[in-house]
């Protein structure tokens, strides 16, 4: 890799090489068996692409709107936390690259640098993550900050009623990295008695009792859009729908969850049907191609979010590593349209990809 990644598994091995074990086996890590982990990325592979010809691509037209606001392709940051710990800069970097691609950034809740922060250090399009916390003021709180901090949209994380088991985290004794957006809301101490601090920190902090109710709450304290992030069935997604949500995120949080949640992609198509057109949908989880991208919007989704690609990127170069992943996803997703015959985003149909119980039998 004398001339730098030529694909983002190679941003990865870089990545591995410049961090501490602990911190990178935080990053790439999931839960349990890791079986999610797996198949979030190994799902895309056993989706074939059907593509058309003679079809004139020479001029090809990635760029969308989410919830009104402009972005050059359907790809977004998702929210990775503790970034710093894979580069000094951290989340003010990856703003810094995101706008640089006129990608929408979703910040997380656990940042290293606080939510001012990362607004002032360039004028772009953000969105914010929000967990509820047992403390509901102190989920409020940072909600308002938001809001006055320019933040178009608030992510509510749902599927974290309790922290999924991380081996590695455990055998590594993961220490908590600051998080400037709890501090003077929430004691960072946790007790380390025995495993993760990272877990017994998320047990003092995250609300079991999380429910509907909830959304309703949120909705009642904010003008700004919501979206859901972690819906994996039908049920869930028309209930989000019921709920008033403006948005929602096909997601098992990247496999660090519960494990041996299906993949993704695996049930994107059951959540764009159940909602119809109602709300947008969203992919998060085992992106790694622009193939992959292409893939998720032949199934329905309006567009992608990438974490581990964009925080393997800052490990390997900061800011410019993070701008190469996006760049790099960006310039594969409009080869892909290209040789698929696909000059806009809206000539991609369900007709261009073919799944392992689609495939015609071979005649004897």
Not at 153 to 170: F, H, K, S, Y
Not at 207 to 233: M, N, R, V
Request: net charge neutral; charged share 25%; proline share 4%.
């Amino acid at each position: 890799m004398e001339d730098g990644p030529v694909n983002l598994r190679e941003f990865q091995e870089l990545a591995k090489r410049n961090l501490p074990k602990m911190y990178y086996d935080y990053f790439s890590g999931g839960a349990e068996d890791q079986f999610t982990l797996r198949e979030n990325v190994e799902a895309f592979q056993r989706i074939m692409l059907r593509p058309r010809i003679l079809v004139d691509v020479s001029k090809i037209d990635m760029s969308t709107t989410l919830l009104g606001y402009n972005m050059s392709s359907p790809i977004l940051v998702a929210p990775t936390g503790s970034q710093q710990l894979a580069h000094p800069q951290g989340e003010l970097a990856t703003a810094r690259a995101a706008a640089a691609c006129n990608a929408i950034m979703v910040l997380s809740f656990a940042s290293n640098y606080s939510l001012e922060d990362v607004a002032s250090t360039c004028n772009a399009v953000r969105f914010y993550q929000l967990y509820v916390f047992k403390r509901r003021d102190v989920s409020a709180t940072l909600l308002q900050r938001a809001e006055r901090n320019g933040y178009k949209a608030i992510v509510v994380t749902v599927d974290t009623p309790r922290l999924g088991r991380r081996e590695a985290d455990e055998k590594n004794k993961m220490i908590i990295p600051r998080n400037s957006n709890l501090e003077g809301l929430i004691s960072v101490d946790a007790d380390l008695t025995g495993g993760s601090k990272l877990e017994a920190y998320a047990s003092e902090t995250l609300d079991p009792s999380l429910s509907w109710k909830d959304i309703e709450w949120l909705k009642s304290i904010t003008k700004l859009p919501i979206i859901l992030k972690g819906i994996i069935t039908a049920e869930d997604a028309r209930k989000a729908v019921d709920a008033g949500v403006s948005g929602i995120v096909v997601s098992n949080h990247g496999g660090r969850q519960l494990d041996y949640t299906p993949p993704t992609i695996s049930v994107l198509e059951e959540v764009v049907k159940a909602v119809s057109g109602a709300v947008p949908v969203l992919l998060d989880g085992g992106v790694r191609r622009g193939t992959d991208v292409f893939k998720a919007l032949a199934l329905g989704a309006k567009a992608v979010m990438i974490g581990r690609p964009v925080v393997y990127g800052l490990a390997a170069n900061g800011e410019h590593g993070v701008r190469s992943v996006i760049k790099m996803l960006q310039n594969e997703l409009e080869l892909t349209m290209a040789l698929a015959g696909c000059p806009t985003l809206r000539d991609i149909t369900r007709n261009h990809v073919m799944i392992n119980h689609e495939r015609p039998r071979s005649l004897l």
